[in-house]
């Protein structure tokens, strides 16, 4: 096939996945794949050195997509003496399982040799390009040329295909009123701080990686057939961990529902599609409204039990809310973790849970298609209940938090809308809210990846000839150029990808959508061969 080079620009799991449905083309390719870091593979969130290893994955072993092979048969194929290493027996390893993300950025990086085998098996060529960055992306009449910093300089390389998979982007000095916050990767940046009044910004998965990275630094976490305490070293008494976050409350802990699932009964995603399709107005509520049918039909008894509001778009939220924030951010965690342990041990599905958990998904589908007032009212008061559904903790994540709570050293607090930051004259960062005042000694950011503009990516020649500078990115994720060229590029970068698909975040996500770009740009791989055969 002619037009047969293509270039993966970052190998983290979005690269990953798209060389694996490169792989998968019956058509032969050319592939390079480009990895700024020593080990392509893994990608920040499971790279060791950037987190430890008692950070979890919030992904349970099965609903990390396959790539030669699943995690559980990776994991089965490792020797006792490297699954003791994980404190792990052959007999622990469980489909269902939670697993440490440096272990999976193992797997993640294992995979990536098997599938450059494989992608050689099947007649393509890999070409592997470690410890190189790319700096810029020019684009000509007939190639995509690369332009790459590596050891031995720079070079240009060309291709007919290029996908950005150049994942998280996180500011150097993170900061909120101009005020600098800590950044929590390398981990060892949270290790380091001494015991003392340390702060938090939001209380969300980063956020409970903070406390516990902090929680291992200072003392020590007593893990005994299901219950946890903690304890702090002699010398960590000073330590108190705060989280400030807008309302004040944790995610749900992970509970019990069907793998592979059982289908949706009213928001599906032909119910969904057919919603899109249809020129009436009103987009959002009409997909809001199959959101209400499937809770209604899953459990009767929850939308009557949040209230009238809770079937308005903007009413929604706070009545979801709600009675997490009214029984208290830790107490609910408490009993949510019973709740959630609960519905594991009897295998009961949690049932507004799974709607939403499952709804949430195909309202994705609509996102691309709202207006930009639609786009807002979902941004406001539609995404933080899908983003909480999204983010539900592994129980022994949770455990570790309450064992910090109870130890008396963690604390939750809601700071509200209208929070102010400042830094005291003693250099301590001041945070007043409602009349409090709350004082740290230093503070972590934990707000997660922001979305940005396509226009943000760092390679200016390719910025300098986009269509449209502030347009999002849609599926399937190919960019609009201003200049003829047989080239394509498509970008699955995760902050201009979040702009309109914010749950694109999880490993299935990143599989998905790399499936997605990779099934265009081989139809037009093919369609060009075509035309060069005739
Ligand atoms: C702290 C954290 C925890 C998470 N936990 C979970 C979880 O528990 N479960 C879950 O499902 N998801 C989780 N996620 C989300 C998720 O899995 C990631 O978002 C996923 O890793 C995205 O992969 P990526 O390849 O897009 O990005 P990244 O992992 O950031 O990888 C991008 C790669 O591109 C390379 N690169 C960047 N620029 C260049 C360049 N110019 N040239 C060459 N190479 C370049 C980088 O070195 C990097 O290796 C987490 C995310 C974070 C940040």
Redesign the pocket.
């Known amino acids: 096939m002619s037009g047969n080079r293509v270039g993966i ?8 996945y798209t060389l694996k449905h490169f792989v998968d083309s019956p058509d032969p390719l050319h592939i390079h794949v ?4 020593a080990l ?1 593979g ?6 060791d050195g950037m ?1 430890a290893d008692y ?5 349970f072993s099965r ?2 997509p396959p790539l030669t092979r699943t995690l559980a048969q990776w994991l089965k194929t490792q020797s006792p003496a490297e699954l003791d290493e994980w404190e792990l027996r052959p007999d622990d390893i469980d489909a269902r399982a939670f697993y440490p ?1 440096v272990l999976i950025g193992e797997f993640l990086s294992a995979e990536f040799e098997a599938l450059c085998k494989a992608a050689e098996t099947a007649g393509h060529r890999v070409q592997v ?1 470690k410890s ?4 810029n992306i020019c684009v000509e009449q007939d190639a995509a040329a690369l332009v ?1 910093d590596s050891e031995s300089g720079e070079q240009c390389i060309a291709v007919d295909t290029v996908v950005i ?5 996180w500011p150097t000095h993170p900061s909120i009123d101009e005020i600098e916050l800590l950044s ?2 390398p981990y060892t940046q949270i290790t380091q701080q001494q015991p003392g009044q340390i702060g938090i910004l939001g209380s969300s ?2 956020a409970v ?1 903070i406390v516990v990275a902090l929680g291992h630094a200072h003392g020590e976490f007593i893990e005994q057939s299901g219950s946890v305490s903690w304890t702090p070293n002699e010398g960590a008494e000073a330590l108190h961990v705060t989280m400030v976050s807008r309302n004040g409350i944790m995610p749900e802990g992970d509970f019990y529902y069907p793998f592979p699932y059982e289908p949706l009964v009213c928001i599906t995603r032909e119910a969904v599609a057919k919603e899109v399709q249809s020129d009436k107005p009103d987009l959002l509520n009409r997909v809001f409204q199959l959101l209400l049918d499937e809770l209604d039909t899953a459990d009767p008894a929850y939308l009557a039990h949040l209230g009238e509001d809770a079937r308005t778009i903007t009413g929604f939220a706070s009545a979801y809310f709600k009675d997490r924030e009214t029984r208290g951010g830790l107490k609910a965690v408490r009993d949510d973790l019973q709740e959630v342990r609960a519905s594991m041990r009897r295998k009961e599905t949690i049932a507004y849970r799974y709607a939403l958990l499952r709804g949430h998904e195909n309202v994705e589908i609509a996102l691309p298609h709202l207006d930009d007032q639609e786009w807002e009212d979902f941004t406001e008061y539609l995404l933080p209940v899908f983003a909480d559904c999204y983010a539900a903790l592994p129980h022994l994540s949770i455990a570790r938090i309450l064992a910090m709570h109870e130890a008396g050293v963690l604390s939750i607090v809601a700071s509200g809308d209208d929070a102010s930051f400042t830094r005291s004259a003693a250099g301590q960062i001041q945070v007043a809210f409602d009349g409090q005042e709350l004082v740290f000694d230093c503070m972590f950011d934990a707000r ?2 922001s979305p940005a503009a396509v226009s943000a990516l ?2 200016s020649s390719l910025t300098d000839i986009l269509v449209e500078d502030s347009a999002p990115v849609l599926e399937p994720f190919k960019l609009a150029l201003s200049v003829e060229t047989t080239a394509q590029v498509y970008c ?3 902050p201009q ?1 979040l702009e309109r698909y914010p749950f694109s ?6 599989c998905e959508l790399a499936a997605a770009a990779v099934s265009d740009a081989l139809t037009t791989l093919k369609r060009i061969s075509i035309q060069y055969t005739a």
């Open positions: 620009v970052g190998c983290g799991a979005m690269g990953l480009f990895e700024s870091a392509p893994c990608g920040m969130p499971y790279r987190n950070m979890l994955c919030n992904a609903e990390i993300r390009h190189c960055r790319v700096a790459v998979a150049t994942g998280h982007d929590p990767w998965l980063s990686d997660g990846q760092p390679f699955l970068a995760l990808v975040q999880g490993l299935p996500n990143c």
